[in-house]
């Protein structure tokens, strides 16, 4: 790994609630201007819906624009279209014999509006950033919330999960393709909000060894063009499955579930040593937004930090290793609330590195 200290950079979560593409580019580069990251805008259409997004070139996709949703339709023979995606897939991504071409894999204009605009501001700068941020749904969380055409989650069809986790593992090497030319080093995460109800009931037939694996494609993927890699987990979930994952950043909800990062204190000092990040997600993405000041936030992000650091972790190590996010997206949100969430997250970076008396992170 990398050994790169972050402290305290700042950076987002995908979503964000505006219409305007432009609009939603100035707030990211503006408030987050060392790790700026493309904005998925669900409000404008179905297709930047978190899965949608990402699901261009997945074979036997159906969009049922009329109800509003997606899935793949298992019946008949689709020996053939799998065949062709496997064809372009080898093509692509075999190291020796792949030609690294991912734009079958691309995620078109029509899907991804912020992408491109923030693409065109990048190139328009005419030098390289410290870092640029680009997402993908994870593959637990698209596969386990979309569903054949009889309703059963795709995840548990093993033929067409491992075309979702291959097909977003080229989404990820794509988009990493194409900000490089815009930045030292380019962040992609890895979105997995489901991985909050792991354990539970209602996914006791998830192998936690077959999600840590699922998780290691992915990642490998991003690493394979120098990237990387964070997964992001809006609620309590089983920490050390991504650690053992061999994942760079873990990005959690540090305002409402900061505690829980500190039951696993053997992995998360195992993967603080080795180089790898903690992204606390200290700025909340609801209307208790309202609510909190810098001195609000800087209060309660250095008592988790305490927190962490009584479980025998060095405090220094936790602060030298901290990127600040939001809690999660902003996608849900009033656009005004969300604005004043981007502002918190710089100020709050800002206020940190003054505290500890640190500069910029460099690559």
């Known amino acids: 790994m990398n050994p790169i200290k972050p402290k305290f950079l700042a950076t987002g979560i995908g979503s964000m609630p505006f219409e305007d593409a432009a609009h939603a580019v100035d707030v ?18 179905l297709n930047e819906q978190m899965e949608i997004q990402y699901s261009e070139h997945m074979p036997r996709v159906v969009i049922d624009r009329e109800k509003g949703r997606m899935y793949f339709d298992t019946s008949g023979d689709y020996s053939e279209a799998f065949a062709e995606f496997y064809e372009f897939y080898m093509e ?21 509006r912020g992408l491109y605009v923030m693409e065109k501001r ?57 900000f490089q030319p815009f930045a030292e080093k380019v962040i992609c995460f890895i979105d997995e909000p489901i991985l909050s109800g792991f354990g539970s009931s209602t996914y006791i037939s998830v192998d936690r060894e077959a999600v840590v694996a699922h998780l290691e494609e992915m990642i ?9 890699a964070g997964i992001h987990c809006c609620g309590n979930t089983e920490w050390s499955i991504l650690m053992d994952a061999g994942v760079d950043i873990v990005n959690f909800d540090a305002f409402g579930y900061s505690e829980t990062i500190a ?3 053997e992995a998360v000092k195992a993967h603080l040593e080795r180089g ?17 000041s810098v001195d609000s936030l800087v209060t309660h992000f250095e008592k988790m930090m305490d927190n962490l650091a009584s479980k025998g972790i060095d405090k220094q190590l936790i602060a030298e290793q901290a990127i600040v996010t ?5 996608g849900s949100m009033d656009p005004a609330d969300a604005e004043r969430v981007f502002e918190m997250v710089s100020l709050l970076s800002k206020t940190m590195r003054e505290k500890y008396g640190w500069s910029a992170t460099t690559p």
């Open 28 to 45: 990211s580069m503006s408030r987050l201007v060392e790790a700026p990251f493309w904005p998925q805008l669900p409000k404008l259409s």
């Open 92 to 112: 692509a991504m075999e190291p020796a014999e792949g030609d690294g071409d991912f734009s079958p894999a691309n995620i078109s204009p029509e899907f991804a």
């Open 122 to 178: 990048l190139q328009s700068l005419g030098r390289k950033l410290p870092f640029v941020k680009v997402q993908t749904t994870g593959p637990c969380s698209f596969a386990l919330t979309i569903v054949d055409e009889n309703k059963r989650a795709i995840y548990y069809n093993e033929e067409f999960r491992d075309v979702v986790i291959k097909a977003l593992a080229m989404k990820c090497r794509w988009q990493i393709r194409k």
């Open 220 to 228: 490998a993927a991003v690493h394979a063009d120098n990237g990387i």
């Open 263 to 265: 039951m696993y204190p």
């Open 276 to 292: 790898g990040m903690l992204a606390w997600g200290v700025v909340p993405t609801s209307t208790a937004i309202r609510q909190q």
């Open 326 to 330: 939001p809690s999660c997206g902003t």
